[in-house]
Nanobody, 113 residues
């Protein structure tokens, strides 16, 4: 499975962006997720959606970000609203199931104050 992320860019604080991730193969049985990597090397889980469609968010994303998936289009989306400077970083999409773990190349989001 290859994952292609897009949608990053430069936005002012309070603005919005929509990130997309397209998979080359069927990912219906995968948990899909978006991770954020700021200035350091650690990737933090921001939001995830299970194969059944259940979503979860890190506390800082609740009420601002929305994750969704389209099974037919093999697409994962992250709507980013009310962006803050601390949201700046590279966002990676991820597809996971036991025995398989795939990462996209990341898309850069820069939020100016």
């Amino acid at each position: 499975v290859q994952l292609q992320a897009s949608g990053g860019g430069l936005v002012q604080a309070g603005g919005s962006l929509r990130l997309s991730c397209i998979a080359t193969d069927n990912v219906d049985r995968y948990r899909m997720a978006w991770y954020h990597q700021g200035a350091g090397p650690t990737r933090e889980l921001v939001a995830s959606v299970t194969a059944a469609g259940s979503t979860s968010y890190v506390d800082s994303a609740k009420g601002r970000f929305t994750i969704s998936r389209d099974y037919d289009k093999r697409t994962l989306t992250l709507q980013l609203n009310k962006l803050r400077p601390e949201d700046t970083g590279v966002y990676f999409c991820n597809a996971f199931r036991p025995g398989a773990n795939y990462w996209g190349q990341g898309t850069l989001v820069t939020v100016s104050s």
